[in-house]
Every structure is written in C-alpha cells, then in structure tokens.
C-alpha cells in the first residue's frame, strides 16, 4: 500500500479542489481504488475530498522543512484499523512531528501542537507546521500531533494519542532541552476540541507502574492555549492556565469558550482571552492583519508575564 504525507508542496490547492469536483462522483471513483491516507472507501465530505487530491498531487516521499515523524506506537498504535488488504496507512500510525527550539534561543518551554480539521482531516499547514515554526522563533520548541481521526477513529482514539504524545514529549525532555513543568498544549478548532477532552476533561496523570515506560510520566498540560474552540470544563480547578483567541463572529465556536473563561474564573485558574468582533473561523495566525494577527504575540507575553515562559533564553539547554 502507498502512503502519503499529510504536508503537501502545494497545500492551496486543495482549497480551489472543493469547487472543482464532484464529491458523489469522487466518492464512487474512491470507493474502488486503494485507501488513501486512511480513508476507507474514498472521502466522505468536502474536508477529505481535499485531503484525498492534495495527496494525489503530493506523492510518496519526504517533504523538505519537515521532520521524519516520530510514531508514538512503534510497534503498531492501540486499536489501529488496517484496510481491506490488511495494511495500515500513515493514519493509522499517530506521529509527532518535531520542531526543537534552537540552542542559543531555548526558554525550556515546548507545546504540543493540535491542528483543526473537524475530526475528517488535520490542517497541518497553517495549524501546525506554521505555529511550530513561530513557537521557535520565540524560543520555545513545537510538536505537531498527528493524531487519528474519522471515519475510521473516534474522538476517544484521538484523546489516547494525545496522551501519549505529552507523556512521549515529557518522557525525551532532556533530548530536546526542555524543562518539563513548562509544557503546554495549543489547539486549533477541533484540536481544541481534543485539547479540552484530553487536558481539561480527562486528565491523565502519571502512573509509575505502567508495564510501557511511556505511560509513567503524567500527561497532564502546564499551561494551555485554545484557538476558536473548546470544551465545557468538568472540573476547572483542575484545568490549566489558558490562554484564548476567537472572534464574536465566529459564535458556534465563542460560545464553548466563554464557558471555559468563565469556569476557569470561577475557579481561580488564570486565563486571557481576546474576543475580537470581526472574522471568520479558522483564522490560524492570520500574518499581516492588523487586528487578527496580535494573538500570536499576545499570547507569548501572557505567557512570559505569567512565569510559564522565562523571558530570556535559558542557558546550558541541548536543542537537537
């Protein structure tokens, strides 16, 4: 089987795919060809009709700027579905894609990077690769998860390789020079989603008898960042700082988050959040926009004010 990789050379395009073909026509098309990425029996919204045809256009092969994966299951990930061939796909194998902070410019500080897509593709571009790249720049390192989605996974597979890539990521903190109480999560959309389910909600704490010495350490997030979206918090007290960006326009999205503002208040958990009243969802870091584009900053001086992050550089950390 043919596995592709989810960074395409020409990631726009799938955008303009959506107009140009018919997803019946394509899903019939798909339904007798091999699976692609994952998706058993062709695509089944618009979302993985462009995922499908980015990849096509992609081909096999490494993309250049972009690390190898690291699989959080070598040996095969729980409750991994191969296809009809017995094959498992790159979907199948949740991954972090790793982005260290370079050497003379490490706070310590990394986050685990969960990119949006609605729970049937990752937008690991402008959700992932890019905020990486920026949380480098601001000396802290970025892994971007490629955790499992639909139709073939539900949520609670997603929850599972998020919590194995915080234990895998505090597990290599020496490696990568990071300090491992300043570990963060950040999601977009349906990654906040899974942020709130498996950092806010469903909490899992070390466990130093675990036969797999990457379940012991905790997985439990230091400090958080949700972007258009979240979950209603269960039990605030126990929820991370968190910092939050959205827009009153995006309301189907705003409105989880308030509750999570709110809770978290309530609670005496820090949290920030910046609403502005216009822009549509899935805004990512929108570079150049006068009012969009500040949450990036934003957030990186909540974190500094907030002592998650040291000001400067620290000293005598190994950045790979």
Same mark, same amino acid.
């Given at each position: 089987?043919?596995?592709?990789?989810?960074?395409?050379?020409?990631?726009?395009?799938?955008?303009?795919?959506?107009?140009?073909?018919?997803?019946?026509?394509?899903?019939?098309?798909?339904?007798?060809?091999?699976?692609?990425?994952?998706?058993?029996?062709?695509?089944?919204?618009?979302?993985?009709?462009?995922?499908?045809?980015?990849?096509?256009?992609?081909?096999?092969?490494?993309?250049?700027? &972009?690390? !190898?994966?690291?699989?959080?299951?070598?040996?095969?990930?729980?409750?991994?579905? #191969?296809? *009809? =061939?017995? %094959?498992?796909?790159?979907?199948?194998?949740?991954?972090?894609?790793?982005?260290?902070?370079?050497?003379?410019?490490?706070?310590?500080?990394?986050?685990?990077?969960?990119?949006?897509?609605?729970?049937?593709?990752?937008?690991?571009?402008?959700?992932?690769?890019?905020?990486?790249?920026?949380?480098?720049?601001?000396?802290?390192?970025?892994?971007?998860?490629?955790?499992?989605?639909?139709?073939?996974?539900?949520?609670?597979?997603?929850?599972?390789?998020?919590?194995?890539?915080?234990?895998?990521?505090?597990?290599?903190?020496?490696?990568?020079?990071?300090?491992?109480?300043?570990?963060?999560?950040?999601?977009?959309?349906?990654?906040?989603?899974?942020?709130?389910?498996?950092?806010?909600?469903? &909490?899992? !704490?070390?466990?130093?008898?675990?036969?797999?010495?990457?379940?012991?350490?905790? #997985?439990? *997030? =230091?400090? %958080?960042?949700?972007?258009?979206?979240?979950?209603?918090?269960?039990?605030?007290?126990?929820?991370?700082?968190?910092?939050?960006?959205?827009?009153?326009?995006?309301?189907?999205?705003?409105?989880?988050?308030?509750?999570?503002?709110?809770?978290?208040?309530?609670?005496?958990?820090?949290?920030?959040?910046?609403?502005?009243?216009?822009?549509?969802?899935?805004?990512?870091?929108?570079?150049?926009?006068?009012?969009?584009?500040?949450?990036?900053?934003?957030?990186?001086?909540?974190?500094?004010?907030?002592?998650?992050?040291?000001?400067?550089?620290?000293?005598?950390?190994?950045?790979?």
């Amino acid at each position: 089987m043919k596995t592709f990789s989810p960074f395409s050379r020409a990631s726009l395009v799938a955008v303009t795919l959506l107009g140009a073909f018919d997803l019946t026509a394509i899903t019939a098309r798909a339904a007798d060809e091999p699976a692609i990425g994952g998706i058993l029996g062709g695509p089944k919204n618009p979302g993985q009709v462009a995922y499908v045809e980015q990849a096509k256009l992609m081909g096999p092969g490494p993309v250049s700027g &972009i690390p !190898e994966p690291i699989l959080l299951w070598p040996n095969g990930a729980p409750g991994a579905v #191969a296809d *009809a =061939n017995g %094959a498992f796909g790159d979907e199948d194998k949740p991954a972090l894609y790793i982005f260290p902070a370079a050497k003379g410019n490490n706070t310590g500080a990394a986050f685990l990077v969960l990119a949006g897509g609605g729970f049937t593709n990752r937008c690991m571009d402008n959700e992932g690769v890019q905020i990486a790249k920026f949380l480098n720049r601001n000396g802290m390192a970025g892994f971007v998860l490629r955790y499992r989605i639909g139709p073939n996974y539900q949520r609670t597979a997603s929850q599972l390789d998020a919590h194995r890539a915080m234990r895998y990521i505090r597990a290599h903190a020496a490696e990568y020079g990071i300090v491992p109480d300043r570990l963060g999560v950040i999601g977009f959309s349906a990654g906040s989603e899974l942020e709130g389910d498996a950092f806010f909600n469903n &909490i899992a !704490e070390a466990d130093p008898t675990a036969a797999d010495p990457l379940d012991r350490p905790s #997985a439990r *997030a =230091n400090f %958080a960042a949700l972007i258009y979206g979240g979950r209603n918090p269960q039990k605030p007290a126990d929820a991370p700082p968190t910092f939050m960006f959205n827009t009153i326009e995006d309301g189907g999205h705003l409105t989880p988050e308030i509750q999570v503002m709110n809770a978290l208040r309530t609670a005496g958990v820090p949290v920030e959040a910046h609403f502005y009243q216009v822009g549509p969802h899935g805004t990512s870091m929108s570079p150049g926009d006068p009012q969009l584009g500040q949450w990036p900053e934003l957030m990186v001086k909540w974190l500094k004010v907030g002592g998650y992050v040291p000001v400067n550089a620290v000293a005598g950390f190994k950045a790979r």
